[in-house]
């Protein structure tokens, strides 16, 4: 893994910033989440819990937060995978977690060999899907990393394992400042000069996720101070 944490922690591969939540605050996104939509679109039963999958939990500050907004507006049990491909982040994520619902691992989402993991969270419980996955601040770095084809197959999977399935896509200034951070630590993202999906990206993943994928947009929510919107959409599973 490329890491130039220690010259510049704006440079990095993966979005997995050592100080994210110094500049992102946990506590602001879980406020900009609606509190109505999470039993009402699913069918998790009474004596079921409700699981819960966050892609790219860096070091498990939402995650936690997750937990409690989702038990608190459900009234149930409430079991969350945090995943990253950060090994730094999960082990700082483990260390501070003090709640047994609360799981992390250390993965690539990409890397079919390596998400084995996922199907025994799922497993351990008797389910074959998630009731809400969070996909926050990550579409970008998939983007980036894998082109369009990777971040189609990134949402395609993300939805056919997953009720609700709540996106943050970055807007293109994002892509082009992480690129500019990337260039000046001496490397590239090579598929970004390939991308298709390029100024309006917001608008791409959402018309992929409603015309290719069938998911229905239920929640949008206003403009982050990063100029980012959070969406949720039901996958219709």
């Not at 996720?209 to 959409?233: G, M, V």
Request: a neutral charge.
């Amino acid at each position: 893994m490329m890491d130039y944490r220690g010259n510049d922690p704006g440079a990095v591969q993966y979005g997995n910033f050592i100080n994210y939540y110094q500049f992102n605050s946990a506590e602001e996104r879980i406020r900009l989440l609606p509190d109505d939509v999470w039993l009402s679109h699913t069918s998790v039963k009474n004596n079921e819990p409700y699981l819960i999958l966050d892609v790219g939990c860096n070091s498990g500050a939402v995650t936690c937060l997750l937990h409690d907004f989702i038990a608190k507006h459900t009234k149930r049990k409430v079991c969350v995978l945090g995943i990253d491909i950060d090994p730094i982040l999960i082990e700082r994520a483990v260390e501070s977690n003090s709640n047994e619902n609360v799981t992390y691992k250390c993965l690539d989402i990409m890397n079919e060999q390596k998400t084995r993991c996922i199907s025994d969270f799922l497993a351990k419980y008797g389910q074959t899907s998630f009731d809400a996955t969070f996909c926050l601040s990550i579409t970008m770095w998939i983007h980036i990393n894998n082109g369009d084809d990777g971040l189609k197959s990134f949402l395609r999977k993300c939805a056919s394992i997953t009720t609700l399935l709540v996106v943050e896509p970055q807007p293109w200034k994002c892509y082009q400042a992480a690129v500019k951070r990337f260039r000046k630590a001496r490397d590239v993202f090579t598929h970004f000069v390939d991308l298709q999906w390029r100024t309006n990206v917001e608008d791409e993943i959402q018309a992929y996720l409603q015309r290719s994928l069938s998911c229905t947009k239920i929640y949008e929510a206003e403009p982050t101070k990063w100029k980012r919107k959070i969406c949720i959409y039901h996958t219709n599973k």
